[in-house]
């Protein structure tokens, strides 16, 4: 099954890349690998606010990891040529800016695991890191980054 036909049975459409908020680009291909840069989970241009395990939910941020991957895969098929040269995960960084007492980013990022998985398939097993932070840009609860392979 291709990866924009995964997507249709997921419900799912891909955004519209989110456009930069600094100095850089959302994703880069070089060789057959695409690597984004950190993607926040804007949805139609809105944007949750606040730190996890305080103003926002840990399941409210599982689901913001979600979109953010979503987003990640948006910047990857734009500097792919299409949704459907991409062909797995390589690897995913999600950063969770925590409350002091919030100790579950591991579950959070799974949001955006899960939902690559049910995606790609067995081409959706990928490497990952869940870091706890303080702040990130536009007091985002979630930001994840995304290295996919591509043919």
């Known amino acids: 099954m291709s990866i924009a036909q995964a997507l249709a049975e997921l419900g799912?459409?891909?955004?519209?890349?989110?456009?930069?908020?600094?100095?850089?680009?959302?994703a880069r291909?070089?060789?057959?690998e695409v690597r984004t840069s950190g993607q926040l989970p804007f949805v139609k241009g809105e944007l949750v606010t606040g730190k996890v395990g305080q103003a926002v939910s840990a399941e409210?941020?599982?689901?913001l990891a979600k979109q953010?991957?979503?987003?990640?895969?948006a910047a990857a098929a734009s500097a792919a040529g299409g949704v459907d040269?991409?062909?797995s995960v390589s690897h995913v960084t999600g950063f969770v800016a925590s409350d002091p007492g919030f100790f579950g980013q591991p579950g959070v990022i799974n949001g955006a695991s899960e939902l690559l998985g049910k995606i790609f398939g067995d081409g959706g097993a990928h490497t990952r890191s869940a870091v706890g932070v303080a702040v990130l840009p536009l007091d985002a609860p979630?930001?994840?980054?995304?290295?996919?392979?591509?043919?």
């Not at 930001?143 to 392979?149: G, L, N, P, Y």
């Open 142 to 151: 979630v930001e994840v980054e995304v290295t996919f392979i591509a043919k």
């Open 12 to 26: 799912l459409e891909l955004p519209d890349v989110a456009a930069p908020v600094a100095a850089y680009i959302p």
């Open 60 to 63: 409210q941020a599982y689901d």
């Open 29 to 32: 291909r070089v060789g057959n």
């Open 68 to 73: 953010c991957a979503l987003n990640a895969l």
């Open 85 to 87: 040269h991409l062909v």
